[in-house]
């Protein structure tokens, strides 16, 4: 999200790409660690996301933005919110971080408990009777279109309430999984589905992932943006 530091700049790209490598390594850490550990308790997991989150936009913002999600990344990118080359470098490290985090966890978790649990890998149920891939997609869109609507309203809109931003999208988070973990693990962020899918291996529906939170992200912005900031100026260097 676009909170800028007293000068009115973020910080380089180099310490940008770092601060996003970290959080996003602390929320798939924790978030996909919840998942392998909670017993299905969906309440715990959605608040050990929400949680992390929070935390980690809040440091991160002053630096990167605190994205924490390609998903976010590009909206804004759509937007003009972030240039170009800055988006691509940002998306890299989150996908990067989010595979240092999934691997470490692989490290820590028992095998048996990491394997039986596909790393924490968010999957589309389809036990559900009349659910499948396209209402998965449909779902991850809105709820990600959810979040990110979050981040306009409370980061990038300078009348919103930046002090808690971190807490308010965190907040969006928790609730989204609340709804749709059983579904498709809400994942809402394609970072979220790829590093345990590359510690664990576990690929299915991959796509879904990529395709509901990009387009419910930038369908988000789009709407915010030309409704609510239409002669805002980019905040971003």
């Known amino acids: 999200m ?9 910080e380089s790209i180099g310490k940008a790409a770092v601060a996003e490598f970290i959080a996003t390594f602390a929320l798939i850490f924790i978030g996909a660690g919840s998942v392998l550990v909670s017993g299905g308790d969906l309440v715990g997991v ?9 935390i ?21 990118w759509v937007t003009g919110q972030i240039r170009t080359p800055r988006a691509g470098i940002l ?5 990067l971080g989010a595979v240092a985090g999934a691997f470490v966890l692989k490290a820590i978790v028992p095998a048996e408990i990491f394997d039986a649990g596909s790393g924490g890998t968010p999957t589309v149920n389809t036990a559900i009777t009349g659910f499948g891939v396209g209402q998965a997609v449909l779902l991850e869109a809105v709820l990600t279109f959810f979040l ?10 300078d009348k919103g309430p930046l ?10 988070l928790t609730f989204d999984i609340l709804v749709g973990g059983p579904f498709t693990g809400a994942a809402m962020n394609p970072a979220r589905q790829f590093g345990p899918a590359v510690a664990s291996g576990t690929w299915t529906d991959w796509w879904v ?3 509901g939170p990009i387009a ?3 369908i988000a912005g789009v709407v915010y943006w030309g409704v609510f900031l239409r002669d805002k100026e980019p905040a971003t260097p």
């Open 56 to 76: 980690m936009v809040a440091v991160t913002a002053p630096i990167s933005g605190g994205l924490v999600n390609p998903g976010v990344t590009i909206g804004l």
């Open 209 to 211: 992932y990529w395709v």
């Open 46 to 54: 959605a608040l050990a996301h929400g949680l992390v989150l929070a």
């Open 2 to 10: 676009i909170v800028t530091t007293k000068e009115g700049r973020l």
């Open 163 to 172: 002090a808690t931003a971190g807490w308010v999208i965190g907040l969006v």
């Open 148 to 157: 990110v609507f979050a981040v306009y309203g409370a980061a990038v809109n």
């Open 216 to 218: 419910g992200g930038i």
């Open 91 to 95: 998306v890299g490290a989150e996908l």
